[in-house]
């Protein structure tokens, strides 16, 4: 069961917009609009930010926002602030086994 | 306030059994599917077993089919892990965590949006 496909990191600015991508398959995140975000800082339990592609639970800040283009789901962090410095991890249903995750990217504010 | 309380993780000798146990609290237990994911240390996430809300639908990861089990009994708003057979790389923190949406149909994951603190098993000689 291979994971989805992220960048081990990406960075950015204070106030700037940063984008994380997450690649899949079309048995997962192409195939299903069922994609979640998840943000954890060391030492704490990760915490659902994104769900099914667009959805932000409740407390969530606007400036995360989710989106889909064929296999390929993007996690954009707009405002950036330095407690957004975190590991982000996507996942997404698949079809021959339920749940999948990313394999992590490092959000580091510089 | 939802909580979900992880107990049973320690260190345990490869091949021998390990139970992790989960109370649930602040939300309707019996009303979603419920699931274990892992983290090895230093490493990223890794579902592992699912259960829907009745017990009706039960999936597991590959990497540990055949050696656990997952259960839940609603009465007691508790969710359990047997794991049997127990490998060097199932060492990990073991999280609890609830599903996002009510969903009364097969298992289908769309998030997890409470998570436990996690148990931590270490498997080693």
């Known amino acids: 069961q291979s994971a989805l496909t992220q960048p081990a990191s990406v960075s950015g600015s204070p106030g700037q917009s940063i984008t994380v991508s997450c690649t899949g398959t079309?048995?997962?995140?192409?195939?299903?609009?069922?994609v979640s975000w998840y943000q954890q800082h060391p030492g704490k339990a990760p915490r659902l930010i994104i769900y099914?592609?667009?959805n932000r639970p409740s407390g969530v800040s606007t400036r995360f926002s989710g989106s889909k283009s064929g296999n390929t789901a993007s996690l954009t962090i707009s405002g950036l602030q330095a407690e957004d410095e975190a590991d982000y991890y996507c996942?997404?249903?698949?079809?021959?086994?339920?749940?999948?995750f990313g394999t992590g990217t490092k959000v580091t504010v510089l | 306030e939802v909580q979900l309380v992880e107990s049973g993780g320690g260190l345990v000798q490869p091949g021998r059994s390990l139970r992790l146990s989960c109370v649930a609290s602040?939300?309707?237990?019996?009303?979603?599917?419920m699931h274990w994911v892992r983290q090895a240390p230093g490493k990223g996430l890794e579902w592992v077993s699912g259960?829907?809300?009745?017990?009706?639908?039960?999936d597991y990861a590959d990497s540990v089919r055949g050696r656990f089990t997952i259960s839940r009994d609603n009465a007691k708003n508790s969710l359990y892990l047997q794991m049997n057979s127990l490998r060097a790389d199932d060492t990990a923190l073991y999280y609890c965590?609830?599903?996002?949406?009510?969903?009364?149909?097969?298992?289908?994951?769309?998030?997890?949006?409470?998570w436990g603190q996690g148990t931590l098993v270490t498997v080693s000689s």
């Open positions: 965590v609830k599903e996002v949406l009510l969903w009364f149909g097969e298992l289908l994951p769309r998030g997890f949006d409470y």
């Open positions: 602040g939300f309707r237990f019996d009303d979603y599917s």
């Open positions: 259960i829907s809300w009745n017990s009706g639908s039960i």
């Open positions: 079309s048995s997962d995140v192409g195939g299903y609009n069922y």
């Open positions: 099914e592609v667009t």
């Open positions: 996942s997404s249903y698949r079809s021959n086994s339920p749940y999948v």
